[in-house]
């Protein structure tokens, strides 16, 4: 037994005595005991910066409250550059009634900085000011503008007064809006007014803008590239459509097109419909859309960019029918077919979501990372990915996952955490580099505690931090993960090698799920920011403790540092909230590394959606260049009622005014929700709804070409993934959305321009599917990474998509093997996946598969959510949250399924792989049981990483009882390298070497092969000849059971 053990440990890729390295993602303790955070051991730490009903934020009126919850996306904005010194945004996906942060979403910005090596909050948390823009709702994803700005992302857009309304609970102010547009003015109803992307100027913790012509739908994801020029859009929805919105002026998205993406019959490509700018077709983008045949989507999350392509999270749907999409004109995405489960309606089961990734070279989407258990490691499961973000480590991009979990069945949590009852989310991290990723090939960051999701997730520049929100996890965890709160995750800089990525050291995966696991260290967390513990203070003056449902993490760089920044925080939340404002939320707070350790300097604010129309269900979101973050209003309400929720959720059904294109109107307040909003994290204060991204379930966004390109997911099933082109670099207020259509082929794809009428983008994801657009299974998070964009694509359990097909929508070809009927468009997908999309080709295919490792059967990676990417070094790692679905079907361990834990880790992923596998993961975190690990962000240098404990056990033991954040730190410490030496002995020998071909052995054994870089590349069991001609020719090592190792030449 032992021998066989030995074996394992080998083959998965940890036993580093043959280099004398370190490994940048450790193993982490896999126990999903679902009452913490868990990482690698040392030097990998997290620090809670950001807590829900602790931290006390302040208001711009000069109140002050403590934090609310739901923490999701989670933004970073350098100060003067830095990745040790920036501001941190965390939305707060609400749509609750608080009457001290502003009625519904929400977002909080603070300071926070690097001193004396530890992350520290610098000055206040501030909430941000959304009543500038009409209030905000359900800040769930975001994006990260490059001139500093965020976008918040309003994920559910109200329905309709009622739904925004609530009986009072949610937003309360139903009063019109008043909305410029195209040079006209007009009012539109409250609860149109949300659900639009929102541009915040995070420094001054204010809301600029609601992003009209991004569209209104349920935003999750942004990524703004292209310098500032184009927005990647993402619909969380089901179905979804992927939209992109191209600026007029870079940074700019007042004014440009937006487009819905449509996939080529071929799913080799895709083209860019142009959507109708007219107010009233934006509101309704989606459907508009779909209309127009925009390829249908499952929940499109979190958008990233990494080697040039676009990665968006596709987080599934456990269960769906896309009939009326179908018919409607949607056409599911390729991909999708494999989790249909009928031919003779658009059914689908996607259990699990996926990472889908876009190239913007040949408009082709494909699911890169398929969700589900791994084959090596049924612990290592990848489920219903929300956040994505692309980490660069060591030089490398990574995508980093945040798991959103629709459930625990199929396998999407560990047989242990099923067995216990946890809901456990993780992060986990893949190298984009890999072209053909499995399950298998994740890198496991954080497992979150039990009922949290890891939202948000934010690097800092350096991709040495990670910021990451903890959201809703239970309330029975310990303290401080019984809340949501913001962490940051450090430790990433000291792992540093000098020819290997692997610089993650193994974990103990005992999966108790009571507390963060991590790797041993110089690994270490703190808790910044929990949920009831934190005081957050509002802009009116008041305070209140945090809330929950920690979710998107921002870290926003204060001069540039990544030891000090603004950390953001989403809450993704939909209760009615006096203190903070209804819908969801976002808190700020600045932290700081002092004397080594990351500290809160300063209150937490609440951010300010008020000026939005309000926020609700603050999920995904994404850093802007210019130091605004992007919250993703996730699930845009469907009505007055389902905003209003009798008066459970968003309180103020009045109608909002919309300034889009000149002209002003309203638009009831559950339109209102749902989109993309930008937070300005410095002032906590929403600065806009980015209605031209569109109006869906966002999630996920990611800002590449200098701010002219976001990325942006729709965490739908069906999902699009949408692009927004900015007019001007960072100005997401004008542009065009486009939403994706894979070619049939599966190797390009196009970008359909959506029609940029408001109406349309209120509904984009259907008028995306109506015109083609590529249908995905829950996109959540997208991050970039060596130029490709990667996606995390939940999944789901169960889910048809007959209508979204019959109304035109086309399943994403990777999903084709998800699908379980040959008569309709119904799929089983439990674990998801990370898609990568290459912006060269327009390909979209599923990088990384969800799913069981190979060889150890705690290693699953399931519905994957978070995801960013971080760089080490040079070198690009994924981190991934969890979000698990469910714990059937091997999405969590053996040992959690036992003790009914759901355990959601966090892995990562060397971006450099081509075609990895869940065995390639390496386990950053394992969450408490419960939990969800949201929102994960590192630094810029790669050093720290931010990430949230969210929902939590509230039986687990404190602080991971209730919604953290943390910072995990340690990186920076392991960057030792002993070259590799040639040991062995005379019973062991090799021949022909050099060999061209066939390789012979003095034994039968057991080997496995490494290249120069310490990658393992082939193994084999009990043989005495292997055939290495597939090789390329170079030096490589092989190395037996018995540890004797012997240098090989292949000519």
């Known amino acids: 037994m032992f021998r066989y053990l030995f074996f394992l440990l080998l083959l998965a890729g940890t036993y580093t005595n043959v280099w004398g390295q370190k490994v940048l993602f450790p193993e982490i303790d896999t126990n999903y005991a679902g009452k913490t955070v868990s990482l690698p051991g040392s030097p990998f730490k997290y620090s809670v910066l950001f807590r829900q009903d602790e931290s006390i934020v302040k208001t711009s009126g000069g109140g002050q409250g403590l934090a609310r919850g739901n923490h999701d996306f989670t933004g970073y904005i350098p100060i003067d550059g830095s990745s040790q010194h920036g501001y941190v945004i965390v939305n707060h996906e609400l749509s609750d009634s608080n009457s001290t942060f502003g009625d519904g979403g929400g977002m909080t910005v603070f300071e926070a900085k690097v001193v004396n090596g530890e992350w520290q909050v610098v000055g206040d948390y501030r909430n941000v000011d959304f009543s500038g823009v009409g209030g905000t709702f359900v800040n769930c994803g975001g994006a990260q503008m490059p001139n500093g700005h965020v976008l918040t992302a309003e994920e559910y857009p109200p329905a309709s007064t009622e739904d925004l309304y609530k009986g009072g609970a949610s937003y309360r102010d139903t009063s019109d809006v008043m909305v410029s547009y195209d040079g006209a003015e007009f009012?539109?109803?409250?609860?149109?007014?949300?659900?639009?992307?929102?541009?915040?100027?995070?420094?001054?913790?204010?809301?600029?803008?609601?992003?009209?012509?991004?569209?209104?739908?349920?935003?999750?994801?942004?990524?703004?590239?292209?310098?500032?020029?184009?927005?990647?859009?993402?619909?969380?929805?089901?179905?979804?459509?992927?939209?992109?919105?191209?600026?007029?002026?870079?940074?700019?998205?007042?004014?440009?097109?937006?487009?819905?993406?449509?996939?080529?019959?071929?799913?080799?490509?895709?083209?860019?419909?142009?959507?109708?700018?007219?107010?009233?077709?934006?509101?309704?983008?989606?459907?508009?859309?779909?209309?127009?045949?925009?390829?249908?989507?499952?929940?499109?999350?979190?958008?990233?960019?990494?080697?040039?392509?676009?990665?968006?999270?596709?987080?599934?749907?456990?269960?769906?029918?896309?009939?009326?999409?179908?018919?409607?004109?949607?056409?599911?995405?390729?991909?999708?077919?494999?989790?249909?489960i009928s031919k003779e309606s658009y059914s689908y089961e996607d259990y699990y979501g996926r990472i889908l990734e876009f190239d913007p070279a040949t408009n082709r989407i494909r699911s890169y990372l398929e969700g589900g258990y791994g084959i090596a490691d049924r612990s290592r499961n990848l489920s219903n990915p929300d956040g994505l973000v692309t980490m660069e480590v060591n030089g490398e991009e990574w995508l980093i996952i945040n798991e959103d979990l629709n459930g625990r069945s199929a396998g999407r949590v560990s047989p242990e955490a099923e067995a216990a009852g946890r809901t456990i989310c993780e992060i986990y991290a893949i190298n984009p580099k890999i072209e053909y990723p499995t399950v298998d090939n994740l890198k496991r960051l954080l497992i979150g505690p039990n009922g949290a999701e890891t939202t948000g997730g934010r690097p800092t520049p350096d991709g040495k931090s990670y910021f990451v929100n903890i959201q809703h996890p239970s309330g029975s965890n310990p303290e401080p993960f019984n809340k949501s709160a913001t962490i940051v995750v450090t430790g990433f800089a000291d792992y540093i090698a000098e020819e290997t990525f692997n610089i993650?050291?193994?974990?103990?995966?005992?999966?108790?799920?009571?507390?963060?696991?991590?790797?041993?260290?110089?690994?270490?967390?703190?808790?910044?920011?929990?949920?009831?513990?934190?005081?957050?203070?509002?802009?009116?003056?008041?305070?209140?403790?945090?809330?929950?449902?920690?979710?998107?993490?921002?870290?926003?760089?204060?001069?540039?540092?990544?030891?000090?920044?603004?950390?953001?925080?989403?809450?993704?939340?939909?209760?009615?909230?006096?203190?903070?404002?209804?819908?969801?939320?976002?808190?700020?707070?600045?932290?700081?590394?002092?004397?080594?350790?990351?500290?809160?300097?300063?209150?937490?604010?609440?951010?300010?959606?008020?000026?939005?129309?309000?926020?609700?269900?603050?999920?995904?979101g994404a850093q802007m260049p210019n130091g605004h973050v992007?919250?993703?209003?996730?699930?845009?309400?469907?009505?007055?009622?389902?905003?209003?929720?009798?008066?459970?959720?968003?309180?103020?059904?009045?109608?909002?005014?919309?300034?889009?294109?000149?002209?002003?109107?309203?638009?009831?307040?559950?339109?209102?929700?749902?989109?993309?909003?930008?937070?300005?994290?410095?002032?906590?204060?929403?600065?806009?709804?980015?209605?031209?991204?569109?109006?869906?379930?966002?999630?996920?966004?990611?800002?590449?070409?200098?701010?002219?390109?976001?990325?942006?997911?729709?965490?739908?099933?069906?999902?699009?993934?949408?692009?927004?082109?900015?007019?001007?670099?960072?100005?997401?207020?004008?542009?065009q959305l486009y939403a994706y259509?894979?070619?049939?082929?599966?190797?390009?794809?196009?970008?359909?321009?959506?029609?940029?009428?408001?109406?349309?983008?209120?509904?984009?994801?259907?008028?995306?599917?109506?015109?083609?657009?590529?249908?995905?299974?829950?996109?959540?998070?997208?991050?970039?990474?060596?130029?490709?964009?990667?996606?995390?694509?939940?999944?789901?359990?169960?889910?048809?998509?007959?209508?979204?097909?019959?109304?035109?929508?086309?399943?994403?070809?990777?999903?084709?093997?998800?699908?379980?009927?040959?008569?309709?468009?119904?799929?089983?997908?439990?674990?998801?996946?990370?898609?990568?999309?290459?912006?060269?080709?327009?390909?979209?295919?599923?990088?990384?598969?969800?799913?069981?490792?190979?060889?150890?059967?705690g290693t699953n990676l399931s519905n994957p959510d978070g995801l960013v990417t971080v760089s080490i070094e040079g070198n690009d790692w994924l981190i991934i949250n969890e979000d698990l679905n469910g714990r059937s079907a091997g999405r969590v361990s053996a040992e959690a399924e036992a003790a009914g834990r759901t355990i959601c880790e966090i892995y990562v992923l060397d971006a450099s792989l081509k075609n990895p596998t869940v065995d390639d993961l390496k386990r950053l975190l394992i969450g408490p049981n419960g939990a969800e690990t949201?929102?994960?962000?590192?630094?810029?240098?790669?050093?720290?990483?931010?990430?949230?404990?969210?929902?939590?056990?509230?039986?687990?033991?404190?602080?991971?009882?209730?919604?953290?954040?943390i910072v995990l730190t340690g990186f920076a410490d392991l960057s030792s390298v002993v070259s590799p030496g040639v040991v062995g002995n005379a019973s062991f020998r090799i021949y022909p070497n050099p060999t061209i071909g066939t390789l012979n052995f003095?034994?039968?054994?057991?080997?496995?092969?490494?290249?120069?870089?310490?990658?393992?590349?082939?193994?084999?069991?009990?043989?005495?000849?292997?055939?290495?001609?597939?090789?390329?020719?170079?030096?490589?090592?092989?190395?037996?059971?018995d540890g004797d190792v012997v240098k090989l030449i292949v000519e």
């Open 1002 to 1041: 003095s034994k039968k054994v057991d080997v496995a092969i490494y290249n120069a870089k310490g990658e393992q590349i082939r193994t084999a069991h009990g043989v005495e000849v292997l055939d290495v001609s597939d090789l390329t020719p170079g030096a490589y090592y092989v190395q037996t059971i």
């Open 187 to 340: 009012p539109i109803k409250r609860y149109e007014n949300m659900g639009w992307l929102v541009e915040v100027d995070p420094v001054n913790a204010q809301a600029v803008r609601k992003l009209w012509k991004m569209g209104r739908y349920s935003h999750e994801g942004a990524y703004v590239t292209n310098g500032g020029k184009t927005v990647y859009l993402s619909d969380d929805n089901s179905p979804g459509v992927f939209f992109k919105f191209e600026a007029d002026v870079a940074n700019d998205f007042t004014e440009g097109q937006l487009y819905a993406y449509k996939q080529s019959v071929d799913g080799k490509g895709g083209e860019w419909l142009a959507m109708p700018m007219a107010f009233d077709s934006l509101k309704v983008i989606r459907e508009v859309a779909i209309g127009r045949g925009a390829t249908l989507f499952v929940r499109l999350e979190w958008v990233t960019e990494a080697n040039g392509k676009i990665y968006i999270t596709e987080t599934g749907r456990d269960a769906f029918n896309w009939d009326g999409a179908v018919a409607q004109g949607g056409v599911p995405a390729q991909h999708l077919d494999r989790v249909r």
């Open 741 to 857: 259509k894979q070619s049939v082929d599966g190797k390009g794809g196009e970008w359909l321009a959506m029609p940029m009428a408001f109406d349309s983008l209120k509904v984009i994801r259907e008028v995306a599917i109506g015109r083609g657009a590529t249908l995905f299974v829950r996109l959540e998070w997208v991050t970039e990474a060596n130029g490709k964009i990667y996606i995390t694509e939940t999944g789901r359990d169960a889910f048809n998509w007959d209508g979204a097909v019959a109304q035109g929508g086309v399943p994403a070809l990777h999903l084709s093997g998800r699908r379980i009927s040959g008569t309709s468009y119904s799929y089983e997908d439990y674990y998801g996946r990370i898609l990568e999309f290459d912006p060269a080709t327009n390909g979209v295919r599923a990088y990384l598969e969800g799913g069981n490792s190979t060889w150890d059967p």
């Open 934 to 965: 949201t929102g994960g962000r590192p630094t810029p240098d790669g050093k720290s990483y931010f990430v949230n404990i969210q929902h939590p056990s509230g039986s687990n033991p404190e602080p991971f009882n209730k919604s953290a954040t």
């Open 504 to 620: 993650f050291p193994p974990i103990d995966t005992t999966f108790t799920g009571k507390t963060v696991v991590i790797p041993a260290k110089p690994y270490e967390y703190k808790v910044l920011f929990r949920q009831d513990e934190s005081i957050v203070k509002t802009s009116g003056g008041g305070q209140g403790l945090a809330r929950g449902n920690h979710d998107f993490t921002g870290y926003i760089p204060i001069d540039g540092s990544s030891q000090h920044g603004y950390v953001i925080v989403n809450h993704e939340l939909s209760d009615s909230n006096s203190t903070f404002g209804d819908g969801g939320g976002m808190t700020v707070f600045e932290a700081k590394v002092v004397n080594g350790e990351w500290q809160v300097v300063g209150d937490y604010r609440n951010v300010d959606f008020s000026g939005v129309g309000g926020t609700f269900v603050n999920c995904g």
């Open 630 to 735: 992007l919250t993703a209003e996730e699930y845009p309400p469907a009505s007055t009622e389902d905003l209003y929720k009798g008066g459970a959720s968003y309180r103020d059904t009045s109608d909002v005014m919309v300034s889009y294109d000149g002209a002003e109107f309203p638009i009831k307040r559950y339109e209102n929700m749902g989109w993309l909003v930008e937070v300005d994290p410095v002032n906590a204060q929403a600065v806009r709804k980015l209605w031209k991204m569109g109006r869906y379930s966002h999630e996920g966004a990611y800002v590449t070409n200098g701010g002219k390109t976001v990325y942006l997911s729709d965490d739908n099933s069906p999902g699009v993934f949408f692009k927004f082109e900015a007019d001007v670099a960072n100005d997401f207020t004008e542009g």
